[in-house]
């Protein structure tokens, strides 16, 4: 089954000024998890990712972009919406994936609230849901369960 992890950017970056793909430059928990189970080969290969951006909104992993400051409050994120669950849609059916694994905070949620009406109601969709540290756990163990 192909799926796709949708996570948002994180406020804890690397120190860069040069531009570098979005997953290297952001280091905040879930990437910690998700970098740790790639180096132990216990990533799901049939799992892609996407990025929300608070700044960038849509973004795949090896788009380069620079270090920013920015947190996603709701009016960014109602802004946001249009373009993001569109672009998440149709990336969604570009790409045929069967699953689409939503990890995401209240706020960031709200940047692509709708997407579900765009696409085939065939997909799956699954919420991670609760505080940090319960869909940090969620999330690992997700992605075990799936390898």
Do not use: W
């Not at 996603?72 to 373009?83: D, F, H, K, P």
């Not at 699953?99 to 969709?125: P, Q, W």
């Amino acid at each position: 089954m192909k799926s796709l992890l949708v996570i948002s950017c994180s406020k804890t970056k690397i120190n860069e000024k040069s531009e570098i793909p979005a997953f290297e430059l952001y280091d905040g928990f879930y990437y910690r998890i998700i970098k740790k189970l790639q180096r132990e080969g216990k990533f799901p290969k049939n799992i892609d990712i996407l990025i929300l951006s608070a700044k960038y909104g849509i973004i795949k992993p090896t788009t380069k972009i620079r270090y920013y400051d920015q947190i996603m409050t709701e009016e960014r994120a109602v802004y946001l919406n249009g373009e993001a669950h569109e672009k998440l849609a149709k990336l969604i059916e570009q790409n045929n994936y069967n699953r689409v694994i939503i990890n995401l905070g209240k706020t960031y949620h709200m940047a692509i609230e709708g997407f579900e009406k765009l696409i085939d109601s065939n997909r799956e969709i699954v919420e991670i849901d609760g505080g940090v540290g319960d869909r940090a756990k969620k999330m690992r163990e997700f992605l075990l369960l799936n390898t």
